[in-house]
T-cell receptor
Framework: DAGVIQSPRHEVTEMGQEVTLRCKPI?????LFWYRQTMMRGLELLIY????????DSGMPEDRFSAKMPNASFSTLKIQPSEPRDSAVYFC?????????FGQGTRLTVV | AQKITQTQPGMFVQEKEAVTLDCTYD???????LFWYKQPSSGEMIFLIY??????QNATEGRYSLNFQKARKSANLVISASQLGDSAMYFC???????????????FGRGTSLIVHP
């Protein structure tokens, strides 16, 4: 398996624009997580899915953030409209029962 | 709720020496897992080692070992024979029952920055 695949690796966008981050988890994993990493707050769990169903989105900072998992092999995290304070590295991770495997992350810069 | 604490924001070690990175945790669940991840400057999160709460022996993976002291709720990472390539951020994480009820949700500490000097 190629591991967790995220795209894009880097995204620079203007404030107010819509941003969509994509994730392909490891085949067979039934948990998918979206994390945000910043210097100030460290690694924050934004939302997680179990068997494609969103279980807990209490970490999503605002209504501007939304996430979907239409099938077992694909998930998106959308920010609309984006703001400069959303600049961070966004990680997707998946697991079955043990350690979480992370994607390479998407470095988002909102100017 | 589960909580992970890493009290060392930064550590320095001489090449070829051993170093211990501290991690304490708090949970009321009898079943949980503890992990360490390495994040080099390139940014990826690399899984290093896992310890289950019921494991009798400390986990080891090559130069990495996890000093698991259940009564003290600590899970320190020991890196033996440090190498320059070990310079990175190290995160301790715990898998346990989340507030939402999910069982495999990792919670992360704030990390420790390790610098290995030649």
């Amino acid at each position: 398996d190629a591991g967790v695949i995220q795209s894009p690796r880097h995204e620079v966008t203007e404030m107010g624009q819509e941003v969509t981050l994509r994730c392909k988890p490891i085949s067979g994993h039934d948990y998918l997580f979206w994390y945000r990493q910043t210097m100030m707050r460290g690694l924050e769990l934004l939302i997680y899915f179990n068997n494609n169903v969103p279980i807990d989105d209490s970490g999503m900072p605002e209504d501007r953030f939304s996430a979907k998992m239409p099938n077992a092999s694909f998930s998106t995290l959308k920010i609309q409209p984006s703001e400069p304070r959303d600049s961070a590295v966004y990680f997707c991770a998946s697991t079955l029962t043990g350690e979480a495997f992370f994607g390479q992350g998407t470095r988002l810069t909102v100017v | 709720a589960q909580k992970i604490t890493q009290t060392q924001p930064g550590m320095f070690v001489q090449e070829k020496e051993a170093v211990t990175l501290d991690c304490t945790y708090d949970t009321s669940d009898p079943s949980y897992g503890l992990f360490w991840y390495k994040q080099p400057s390139s940014g990826e999160m690399i899984f290093l080692i896992y310890q289950g709460s019921y494991d009798q022996q400390n986990a080891t993976e090559g130069r990495y070992s996890l000093n698991f002291q259940k009564a003290r709720k600590s899970a320190n990472l020991v890196i033996s024979a440090s190498q320059l390539g070990d310079s990175a951020m190290y995160f301790c994480a715990m898998r346990g029952v989340h507030a939402s009820g999910g069982s495999y949700i990792p919670t992360f500490g704030r990390g420790t920055s390790l610098i290995v000097h030649p």
